[in-house]
């Protein structure tokens, strides 16, 4: 059985990985779709407004087709280098102004986002003739080739578009063709939360069955354990109670075959022996079978006969009855209470404080104190006992049914492990509660508070 659980448990763990693992995969899909899609949006909204610069400021693009030719022609003139001709490019006295306009007309255009940008020149060729093609600088998109825009780095950008433009001109009778290309990056400020936002219903949906999935399993698992718990209890009980039983059904049967012998029932003092242990270990069965049925009452099925009694009477009436059972235990009262009246019932609680007395002489007592006093406007009644203790781990367990303390694996005391259930059932009948303060190797007390 115990296997079983194990392997199904290993099971569920890796299917809850698996599925886990699929749906996590799923978002990531979703989500890179979702970047294409805003990405492929952007791109377009952004190329409708920019396809070149002449609808941003005719000026400047005048300017800086002037500048264009004029460093062209110096370069046929052989005044100024490739290098030159760059710097001249990238150090033009109108970048920052156009930075600006681009900026204002995104700002009007596309007004839900916030958009950097950065233009940068990626090849100046000057063709001298048909045939021949100077290539002042052809470079892949540096943010150091940064004509415009505000970007510091191209690493989070995306590309927008390509813009190649064409300049013709003529210089000492030599007909010239300049060809430039830039390319427009930009990156959306929080885009990240753009995308998120629109993916809410998604990911709520994907965290909704995550967590579904965690609490079913969580859920399974706790009701495996709890479903091999209680096997593992009425297995227990099964075993107790057979031993308890098999003791008076011996006795029984060997105390009939002795009456059967002629010799025994002639002798009318052998046979009232015999009978008297008959009718003891009948007894003793008839209590097994009721302490059983009692014990699966739960305290609001059980139909208590209450009456008003003077409690420190009654509770010296159920120490002199242990004192005759139990002569060779030391047992003490410490009353510090007198005259209490309280509507009980009688004959359940008798049962509840025997049965905590002789769980006090199972586990090793040779000295019990009982003790009353007044705890917070309740009758509170202790059982002190030197026994051998009970470890803290297993206090919270000593009022479940079946339970019963144990060292290791064996049981060192017989019981059905019924009997400080029937306690806590009854007491809680009584709308009272029970509690335990023990130390191992120093003795028990259980306190029974009752409703003054």
Known sequence: MKQKINLLIAFSVVALIVLTTVQCYLVKTAYDYKVAEFHTQIKNEIAQITNNYSDIDSVLVAKKEALYKDLSEKYIQGKNNKTDVKKGILGNDYQDILTQRIKLKFERDLPNFKIDFAIVLNKFILYKNAKKADTIFSEKPFIQNRLYGNLVSLNHAFLVRNYVGTTNGTFENQNYNLLTEDSMYVSVIDWEMIILRRMTFILILSLFSIATLISLFVIAIKALIKQKKVSDVKTDFINNITHELKTPLATLGISTKILEQKNIRDNDENFKSIVNTISRQNNRLQSLIDQVMANSLAENELELQKEKIQTEDFLLSIV????????????????QTTKTILALDKFHLTTAFLNVLENAVKYGSNQITVKTRIVENQFAVSFEDDGIGIEKNKQSL???????????????TKGLGLGLYYVNQIVKAHQGSVNVVSDLGKGTQFTILLKV
Do not use: S
């Open 398 to 412: 000593l009022f479940e049914k079946f339970y019963r303390v144990q060292q290791g694996n064996l049981h060192n």
């Open 320 to 335: 002199d009855d242990f004192k005759i059972a139990f002569p060779k235990i030391d047992i003490k009262t410490d009353f």
